[in-house]
């Protein structure tokens, strides 16, 4: 970019005819100081980067869009809830220039698809994918006494099938972590032994007529 362009797009540039009391260069330009993404700003419409929450199925061409691919989105105010505002955004799909809208939904802390595109419901096997089952965390089930008592029992059968070997990594992990000064003095003291034992080899060949190379010679 060149340095006139860079000036213009930070909005330092005063061409020659302007004057002072013509009053900021924006409106001497007629125009608004976010350039092309307020064009519609007196509709209360603002042209943002909108960057896809989920994977969704196109409702023109039923082709996948990907999570995190980014368009540029109308960004409306279309109501609120409570004190916190709910934005709508529209914006066209790249495969066949549908249009999409969605919306946020403050209560629910989430994203609404109002139209143009559904969700795509991924439902997966932990087991078969190799995942932890998150606990349920549903408050009404354990207000019963039935259900807290059940869970409680199987919470209690999971730690006791899994303290010996808890304990294990336990015992593992204090041996070789316990004491660094004792590890690192056992480590130097063996390498001080393989050290001297090169050199008295090295001497012993050296008075034979045979030099041998070894490479902790070069270890300080």
């Known amino acids: 970019m060149s340095s006139l362009a860079a000036a213009r797009a930070d909005n330092f540039y005063y061409p020659p005819e302007w004057e002072p009391k013509k009053g900021e260069p924006n409106k001497f330009h007629g125009q608004h100081a976010l350039r092309e993404r307020g064009r519609k ?41 409570y004190s916190t505002k709910i934005w709508s955004f529209t914006m066209k799909s790249a495969c066949c220039r549908h249009e ?51 869970h409680e029992e199987g ?11 808890l304990v294990r990594l336990q015992r593992i992990s204090d041996s070789r972590h316990s004491d660094d000064y004792a590890l690192n003095k056992s480590f130097r003291a063996k390498l001080r032994d393989q050290k001297k034992r090169v050199a008295e080899e090295e001497a012993n060949s050296r008075k034979t007529g045979f030099g041998i190379f070894h490479p902790l010679k070069r270890i300080p």
């Open 41 to 81: 700003i007196d509709q209360g419409i603002l042209i943002i980067r909108f960057e896809m929450p989920f994977n969704i199925w196109c409702g023109g061409c039923e082709s996948m869009i990907a999570k995190g691919v980014r368009f540029n989105a109308e960004k409306t105010q279309v109501g609120n809830y």
């Open 100 to 150: 999409i809208v969605i919306q946020t939904d403050p209560q629910n802390c989430e994203y609404l698809i109002i139209s143009g595109a559904r969700k795509k419901i991924e439902e997966y096997d932990p087991e078969d994918a190799e995942t932890l089952v998150l606990p349920d965390n549903d408050k009404s089930k354990m207000a019963d006494p039935f259900k807290r008592l059940e």
């Open 155 to 165: 919470d209690l059968k999971k730690k006791k099938e899994a303290e010996p070997r």
